[in-house]
């Protein structure tokens, strides 16, 4: 009972460990393509939309993760971006009717 408690323990870090991994991958990657579409990131960060179990072109299943963002090109006005990752490769970014993928 006592190795179920541990192990239940250790899986917890390693999924928080793991999140805030991908959560600042896709900050930066927020930043990076707002700044090259020379837009503002508004709020300079990203919130998780959406986790779940998928399959990664070789098959093999993991975490997929939607992240969402807000960017303005005047100031004046909010519009939402999106980046989906698999593990901690991100596989698209969407910046309103700009797709970016990489």
């Not at 990131?41 to 963002?69: C, E, M």
């Not at 980046?83 to 309103?96: D, E, F, N, P």
Request: glycine residues 4%.
């Amino acid at each position: 009972m006592e190795w179920l408690v541990i192990a239940l323990a250790l899986a917890a870090a390693w999924f928080w460990l793991d999140s805030m991994k991908c959560h600042d991958i896709a900050v930066a990657t927020a930043k990076r393509e707002t700044t090259q579409a020379d837009v503002q990131l508004l709020d300079a960060t990203v919130a998780l939309d959406k986790l779940r179990l998928a399959r990664n072109d070789h098959g093999q299943l993991g975490l997929r993760r939607s992240y969402r963002f807000e960017f303005s090109e005047t100031g004046d006005n909010r519009r939402t971006g999106l980046i989906v990752m698999q593990g901690s490769a991100v596989i698209t970014v969407r910046l309103a009717q700009l797709w970016v993928v990489n």
